[in-house]
């Protein structure tokens, strides 16, 4: 069974603050991605990686940065948190990210931006 | 991109099969249909995929139609843990080697003792 944790499960922070949301896959997976999903919505890419050391913009990447620093790894940084950024947020990972590779998910961090 | 077209929301009853639609017109020849479900405060999980071939695991059979511009995932003898919103997305290529996930609302599946 695919494994990908991650960290804080939650988290309220204040805007303007910096946020660093973890993710780590046991799966031995190249690919990870970091999606956010607002209530009531369906999730949107914010981030990919598919080697370590290098990341790509997905498709909504402002006020966004990621950082792969081993293939394990992939964190989600929020220079300067603003409220819309409130929302929850997924990371997932594949194996060689063609057509047929299935991405897992984590369980998601709910951040809140106050 | 590549969309899809489900209801908002359908009911059953523990023990039912449960017929779950999706049409996708505009799908390209070589896009693949995924169906991931989704529970309150976890993350999406798998459920199945196919290209032309209707297709069977321990979860679902995804039943595609001939021209594929529509599909439907067939849950049998439904459980209560088998509520939970069901996407069915088009894995779509959007450049480089990324090979992501578009999710939309999806439908949200109600099931009842």
């Known amino acids: 069974e695919a494994a990908v944790t991650q960290s804080p499960r939650s988290k309220v922070a204040v805007t303007g603050g910096k946020v660093t949301l973890s993710c780590h896959q046991t799966?031995?997976?190249?690919?990870m991605y970091w999606y956010r999903q607002d209530t009531g919505h369906g999730l949107r890419l914010i981030h990919y990686?598919?080697?370590?050391?290098?990341?790509e913009k997905g498709d909504i990447p402002d006020g966004y940065k990621a950082s792969r620093p081993s293939q394990e790894n992939f964190s989600l940084i929020l220079e300067l948190a603003s409220l819309s950024q409130t929302a929850v947020y997924f990371c997932?990972?594949?194996?060689?990210?063609?057509?047929?590779?299935?991405?897992?998910f984590g369980p998601g961090t709910r951040l809140l931006v106050l | 991109d590549a969309k899809t077209t489900q209801p908002d929301s359908m009911e059953s009853t523990e023990g039912e099969t449960v017929h779950l639609p999706c049409s996708h017109a505009t799908i390209s020849g070589n896009e693949y249909i995924y169906w991931y479900r989704q529970v309150p405060l976890q993350g999406p999980e798998y459920v199945t995929h196919?290209?032309?071939q209707n297709t069977t695991n321990s979860m679902a059979f995804l039943a595609i139609a001939s021209d594929r511009k529509s599909s439907t995932l067939i849950l049998p003898h439904v459980s209560l843990r088998d509520a939970a919103v069901y996407h069915c997305?088009?894995?779509?290529?959007?450049?480089?080697?990324?090979?992501?996930?578009?999710f939309g609302k999806g439908t949200l599946l109600t099931v009842t003792p």
């Open positions: 799966n031995n997976h190249d690919y």
């Open positions: 990686s598919y080697v370590a050391d290098s990341t």
């Open positions: 997932a990972s594949s194996g060689l990210g063609g057509q047929q590779d299935t991405q897992y």
């Open positions: 997305i088009l894995r779509v290529f959007s450049g480089g080697s990324n090979y992501k996930l578009t």
């Open positions: 196919g290209l032309q």
